[in-house]
């Protein structure tokens, strides 16, 4: 992995206005540009808001939509990090994280596990992805997972057994709870532990990007951050406010943490695939009878 400037856009999308959202992203990709990074990551959806719910038709978008042309431009000088929905050629309408390079989808992650309990009932209007894919630039290997994705442990595993040294991670995660004994958020001290053991268990970089701002009177506290591999925060940014935050991703720090914590080399991917298939099978047999 090169060494990288990555800048974290903390920024509050309005709902349905992708015009308003796209002006708001360029706006911001020239503030990460002012501070010579090379990579500008945003939230879960920051090209549509949240609660779409009947309004996702008029603002899903294919990945060659040339509405999406000004952002395309915008990642000739800085790669882009970027939420949105994608409708399929199939007409599916699947939350999206897309990696823009020098103009192209470098790659685009399907939202694996769509959240229907409590706030939400994303499978009423979307669909959900089918894999799990690192993929490779220039800056190195990295891999994008979307949100609900990080509450299953599996996918971190995966993105990291296909060798990505950097997961970013897009949320749009509403302030719920009190966490005991602290002044933080319930769903923000879960937020950190959880970037925070991905970081450690699979010796990564963790970026998790949080969105802020209300809809339908639901806050979405902000927070981001990125964790290195020894666990250590390199960057916060604030609760509840827009914020451009900006941390250096050093290779040596992978290098220093892999030697001394080896777990990424001791990993038995093949045991794994092994004893998923099993399990797999066992309950497909199940369920059949």
Not at 13 to 22: A, F, M, W
Not at 159 to 169: H, P
Not at 179 to 185: F, I, M, N, V
Request: glycine share 8%.
């Amino acid at each position: 992995m090169k060494n990288i400037r990555l800048a974290i856009a903390q920024i509050g999308p309005s709902l349905g206005d992708l015009n308003r959202n796209l002006d708001l992203h360029l706006e911001y990709v020239r503030r990460a540009c002012d501070e010579d990074a090379d990579v500008v990551m945003f939230p879960e959806q920051s090209l549509t808001g949240y609660f779409l719910s009947d309004l996702v038709t008029e603002v899903a978008v294919s990945r060659n939509d040339d509405r999406l042309n000004p952002l395309r431009e915008a990642s000739m000088g800085i790669d882009i990090v970027v939420g949105f929905i994608e409708e399929t050629a199939d007409h599916r309408f699947v939350p999206a994280a897309g990696y823009l390079h020098k103009g192209n989808w470098k790659h685009i992650h399907h939202k694996i596990y769509l959240v229907t309990y409590g706030l939400f009932d994303e499978a009423r209007d979307l669909a959900a992805g089918s894999t799990v894919r690192a993929f490779t630039t220039p800056i190195g290997r990295q891999a994008m997972l979307i949100c609900e994705d990080l509450w299953h442990p599996s996918t971190a595993s995966i993105a990291t057994s296909d060798g990505a040294d950097i997961i970013y991670g897009l949320s749009s995660s509403p302030g719920r709870g009190i966490s005991g004994g602290t002044p933080e958020l319930g769903s923000a001290e879960t937020w950190h532990t959880l970037n925070r053991m991905y970081a450690q268990l699979h010796v990564c970089f963790v970026a998790h990007c949080n969105r802020v701002g209300y809809e339908d009177g639901i806050n979405f506290w902000g927070g981001s951050e990125v964790i290195g591999p020894d666990g250590e925060s390199l960057i916060r940014a604030p609760d509840f406010e827009e914020a451009l935050v900006v941390a250096t991703l050093d290779d040596s720090m992978l290098r220093r943490q892999r030697t001394r914590l080896p777990l990424r080399r001791d990993e038995n991917v093949a045991l794994n695939g092994r004893e998923f298939t099993r399990i797999s099978a066992e309950r497909h047999r199940v369920d059949v009878e």
